[in-house]
């Protein structure tokens, strides 16, 4: 453990970057040649999601994803299910490489008789819950599934959704032995937090078993956006998840603008990038403040949450939401930020940059919190592999991913971000790169204030830019809990007919469960906390 | 300061020594004082019905349907009404009114303890409209407050499926710029210690059971605040056949706090209401106040 560089002048040490696991960078001309050797072929090019696609029949698309996976460096990003021009779907997995190389899309059609094929979760674990998903809405059935249990068990029991080969109670894992008893907690829980379901198996206060049951937010939000024109759809992109507001409406418009083939002012790009840094910020060191809160050191986190306070002032400043809502549009801006006076707003932020590596010193030489954040609830980089985590849990495993570097959009294309990294999957391993990335983002926000300045408000699509016919488009950003995908298809008519959102904590909720593993109970709260998982974007 | 025996087997570092946020003093006066002054560009829409061309521009634009033109017939007037307990703030209206009718304002306290106060119906053509009298809490609550409360508030809260935006801001709440419990307010983890329930969220079919058992759970007499857009109304997600629109639909509501989120200090107006202490300055037709 090494205390990050102070004042900002030396990037931050890397702990991890050394047993991390290595990113291999492959060049476009032979990832087009590794593609082409893949069965599903021949594959296209696509270019308004800049990826290659395959399309095998139904029974070999489990075999095609996997083999993608095994050849090529590629991650699982996410699965989903969309109505194709007919009565059937088409099962779609997007497999994601490092930028320059791009990725794969494996779709199948599914016709309305034979919504049943070979299950990829079977093979690779990060599927589980998508299949799951998708069985759940469209009826797919998925032969030899590890999970076969509904996503949203409670929600889908009430509107009488369940999928065909799901058994109609939902089994619980339990643990039997002497001594072994079961604590089942939610879906209200002692406190403000979302609602969902843990049960543990303990025996004294060790956790042997966690299973985590959602699916209590679930509002069919991707309903709702069907029919709607794109440009209206930002309100429940912003709704996905509250304290993500501005990544989702970001990921969105970047979706629909792909679609579309819209371009975005330069000056857009800096302000969608000062909201994001700034609403990262907020997010990363209130994570921070909450630790320090669950280990009971007071004064750590009531520094932690005013400058969480001042996070959410400054995007009040700018956009007069403390979530910074309705400021993004499709195409660019809503409205012009109010930045001015910007000398006042750039000291802000780095006066907040440097709080963050302050309250980071502060909390590593309290021996009380260090004894409860060393070593507790690990999450091995071998889980985090299988499981294809994300985002800042993920990089304190040694994945050393993030969108912002590897799949540069917007102003990030021009900027290099430092990307700390950690091996030891623990809470203070987490509580680390919580810390240094916040700081990090008020620095590069602080940097983008006089760019962001000059984006004039956009508004609208102008009619002469609307494309015309069948669009589909697919959206990339790194949230503050990792990389937030989103998957927009309209129709000839320029509406929506699809919209698929996979927010990062879909890939990491599952994770929990082995970090609690390791856990005694009082200290789950503090493993929960260090995850700081959405539910409502889980479930949506 | 940490103890050496029980450190750990690290070299310590310099002390923990006093910092910027030991020294400046952080927490609000409100409400016991002023309301500060808004930061940011105002976000919360005003109608001016002397401004208005009728022709619904705002209506169109609004996506929870907030607003409400019933256009003018033969003899009798168009009336606009625009409601405060759907309203998420997105300000789209404002971008649509072609006659500057529909301004942005920044009110915060819009608390009210009747449903219908947060619906300004306006007349077309014709200035604000008449005031009611302001409604006020029922005699039991009231009483319930000030007798057995003793003007203290034990408050559970439910996340009846929202998108997590309103338990920030009610989260805030506890932070050392707001400090709840400076106010004799405080949130508790059992709804067996709660005097009243804040719900937040469009209140999901899979929450339903578990909202109504959190508020069989309280002691009476108890009290609910609807909290946000969705807890009020169901807000972005009204359309949706998963919600069922908002804590009314499923428990008794006596305090309504909109917003999308609320700011903290319109959660900290509401709780004012809730107590007794602020009369609601929202009443059907006009804005009392600044």
Known sequence: MTPPGSEGGEPPRTAGAACGLPSPTLEPHREAELVQGLPGGPARWDPSDQLWVLSPEPRGWAGTVEQAAGTLPVRLASIWAEPDAGDGVILNAVLLARSPAHGIRVCSRLAPEARSLPSLAAVLPAATDFEREVAEEYAVEFTGTPDPRPLRAYAARTSGRRPASAPAAYPFPKVEGEGIHEIAVGPVHAGVIEPGHFRFQVVGEQVLDLEIQLGYTYKGTEALWVGQRPEDGLLWAESISGDHSVAGAVAYAQAVEAAQGLPVPAAAEAARGLLLEVERYAFHIGTVAGIALDVGYARGAAAGYRLRQRAHRCLDRLTGSRLGRGAVAVGGLRRPLTTAPAAVLVAELQSMSDGAIQIWEDLEAVASVVDRVRGTGEVSPAIARALQLVGPTGRASGIDHDVRRDRPYGIYRSWAVRVPTEARGDVEARLRLYALEAAEAGRLAARWVESASAAPGVGRIAPELRTEGAAHGLGVVESPRGEWLVRTVQDARGRLVRVHVREPSFLNWRALKYAARRAIVPDFPLCNKSFNLSYSGFDR | ?290
């Not at chain 2, 006093?18 to 409400?31: F, G, K, M, S």
């Not at chain 2, 909202?211 to 359309?239: D, E, H, K, Y």
Request: charged share 20%.
């Open chain 2, 1 to 290: 300061m940490t103890d050496p025996a029980i450190a750990p087997e690290r070299p310590s570092r310099r002390p923990v020594r006093a910092r910027w946020w030991d020294r400046r003093p952080e927490t609000l006066p409100y409400p016991r004082g002023p309301l500060p002054p808004p930061e940011g560009p105002p976000r919360v829409p005003a109608h001016d019905a002397r401004r208005c061309d009728g022709q619904g521009a705002c209506e169109r634009a609004c996506p929870t349907q907030a607003i409400r033109l019933v256009p003018e017939r033969s003899g009798g007037r168009g009336e606009l009404t625009l409601d405060y307990g759907r309203c998420v703030l997105c300000g789209l209206c404002i971008d649509a009114c072609p006659t500057g009718a529909m301004t942005a304002t920044s009110r915060i306290e819009l608390a009210t303890t009747d449903r219908a106060d947060l619906q300004m119906v306006h007349p077309l053509g014709a200035g604000p409209g008449p005031v009611p009298a302001p409604s006020s809490l029922g005699p039991a609550v009231r009483t319930l407050v000030q007798e057995r409360f003793q003007g203290s508030l034990a408050v559970r809260v439910v996340d009846a499926g929202s998108c997590n935006g309103c338990e920030v801001e009610v989260q805030a709440l506890t932070w050392p710029t707001y400090d709840l419990e400076r106010l004799g307010i405080h949130i508790v983890a059992s709804p067996r210690h709660a005097d009243a329930l804040l719900v937040t969220g469009p209140v999901t079919r899979a929450m339903r059971h578990a909202l109504i058992q959190t508020w069989v759970s309280m002691p009476r007499p108890r009290m609910v605040l609807a909290v946000g857009a969705c807890g009020i109304s169901g807000g972005p997600f009204r359309n949706s056949g998963e919600v069922l629109g908002g804590a009314a639909s499923v428990v008794p509501v006596d305090v309504f706090v909109p917003g999308c989120p609320p700011r903290p200090e319109a959660l900290l107006y509401g709780f004012w209401v809730a107590l007794g202490k602020a009369e609601p300055r929202l009443s059907r037709g006009e804005y009392r106040g600044v």
